[in-house]
């Protein structure tokens, strides 16, 4: 129930822990997650803390195979440096798998990447794999290319930027939505949003929580980012309640087409 299914059968925690910016002193914080009910965690190579979450996974006492770790590939090295990039994600992981393997940016040489990536899935060390922050383009060179759909594209959405047209196009092939920056990063205005706030009243819930739980019935994973106990707690108490139509509608209205800076369609990010 708290799973969604990958088009392989791999089953994908639909609430997962964002560890951008954890940095060392955030360890407690880690194993905290796992001890209490996180069953997934999403790094990339590009944090420069696989080691950190290594150490986290063994402290808290849950089993590697307890845990669903997703990792990715940095744009510096997708072509011919993927597979070894790969192999030192696994080093600092300080494992042998991993669950879910993205190429983090659709930068040059994503296909190529792509190819080393199926390849990986193919002599079984990653579960699945998938991109991240891939548009309909290059969703499309993937599709027509390659010989594995992708399990997932992780995008940035939230209410101010629903991503609906490339939500639909994902559907469609079976490709699972996992949305980073579901509180837009932080953003205070969404926080305090009107609507959010009203909504979140009538359930006895946090604007938070209404964010996670508005992008879990569009049958979207998320991975919000908290250092705080009481916060990560929160963000995990989104199965006890449920939205109507008419309240999933009224989020709806809320976009604003307001993607962040990290954005693909801001060029000078392609290279
Ligand atoms: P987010 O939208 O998850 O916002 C995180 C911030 O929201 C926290 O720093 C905290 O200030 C606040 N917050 C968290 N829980 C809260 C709560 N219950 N109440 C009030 N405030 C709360 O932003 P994010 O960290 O950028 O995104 C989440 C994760 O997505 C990242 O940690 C990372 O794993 C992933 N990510 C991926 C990409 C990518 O290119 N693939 C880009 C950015 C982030």
């Known amino acids: 129930m708290n799973d969604f299914v990958l088009n392989n059968g791999v089953a994908l925690p639909k609430v997962g822990l964002g560890v951008y910016k954890f940095k060392p002193q955030h360890e407690s914080a880690l194993i905290w997650a796992l001890q209490n009910g996180y069953r997934h965690i999403d790094t990339a190579s590009f944090y420069h803390n696989e080691e950190l979450i290594a150490r986290a996974i063994q402290k808290s006492g849950i089993k590697r195979t307890d845990v669903f770790l997703t990792t990715k590939v940095w744009s510096s090295d997708l072509g011919k440096r993927t597979k070894q990039a790969f192999e030192s994600s696994l080093r600092r992981l300080q494992t042998d798998y991993v669950d879910l393997y993205l190429i983090h940016w659709p930068a040059v ?3 190529e990447s792509w190819f080393t990536l199926e390849r990986l899935y193919k002599e079984g060390k990653i579960r699945a794999i998938g991109v991240a922050n891939f548009e309909r383009k290059h969703l499309e ?3 027509t290319q390659g010989s594995i759909v992708p399990a997932v594209n992780q995008i940035q959405t939230n209410p101010y930027y629903q991503q609906e047209d490339i939500h639909g196009f994902l559907a469609k092939h079976g490709i699972q939505h996992v ?3 579901p509180f837009g990063q932080g953003n205070k205005q969404l926080f305090s949003d009107p609507v959010l706030t009203e909504i979140a009243q009538g359930h006895g819930k946090t604007t938070a929580q209404i964010m996670l739980r508005w992008s ?3 049958d979207i994973a998320v991975i919000p980012k ?12 989104v199965f006890d309640f449920h939205l109507s139509a008419e309240e999933m509608g009224r989020v709806a209205v809320l976009e604003r087409n307001q993607k962040g800076f990290n954005d693909p369609s801001n060029k000078f990010m392609l290279w």
Request: glycine residues 4%; hydrophobic residues 40%.
């Open 226 to 237: 908290s250092i705080n106990p009481s916060r990560l707690k929160q963000n995990l108490e």
């Open 216 to 218: 879990l019935q569009r």
């Open 141 to 143: 060179d993937v599709l």
């Open 109 to 111: 040489h994503y296909m």
């Open 179 to 181: 949305a980073w920056g």
